[in-house]
């Protein structure tokens, strides 16, 4: 079981930049999926973007272009660097380690952090 906590969130002027990361404990790191997830007031959590094990990646349509995924096994930690930022990316950001079933990526239950907020001005 992984152990996930989020960090660099803040607030920050559309058209502007943040990275996040996401540290983990626990020794399974390298060979976890690792996904970035974000919730907006009133709205349902969305999938943002994927990093597989074998380190390919994925992104939801919104933020194609705009956000990158990595990772640093060695190191235990995940990043998503976020560029262009709209005020529509307002949310707070989640990683998590989904469990991969069938074709499908779910996110585990046991492994949300605690997230990190997000605010872009206009």
């Known amino acids: 079981q992984v152990q996930l906590v989020e960090s660099g969130g803040g607030l920050v002027q559309a058209g502007g930049s943040l990275r996040l990361s996401c540290a983990a404990s626990?020794?399974?790191?390298?060979?976890?999926?690792i996904g970035w997830y974000r919730q907006a007031p009133g709205k349902r959590r969305e999938w943002v973007a994927r990093i597989t094990s074998g380190g390919i990646t994925n992104y939801a349509d919104s933020v194609k272009g705009r956000f990158n995924i990595s990772r640093d096994n060695a190191k235990n930690t995940a990043y998503l660097q976020m560029n262009s930022l709209k005020p529509e990316d307002t949310a707070v950001y989640y990683c998590?380690?989904?469990?991969?079933?069938?074709?499908?990526?779910?996110?585990?239950?046991?492994?949300w952090g605690q997230g990190t907020q997000v605010t872009v001005s206009s």
């Open positions: 998590n380690a989904p469990t991969y079933l069938g074709g499908l990526y779910y996110p585990r239950d046991d492994s």
């Open positions: 626990g020794s399974t790191f390298s060979i976890d999926h």
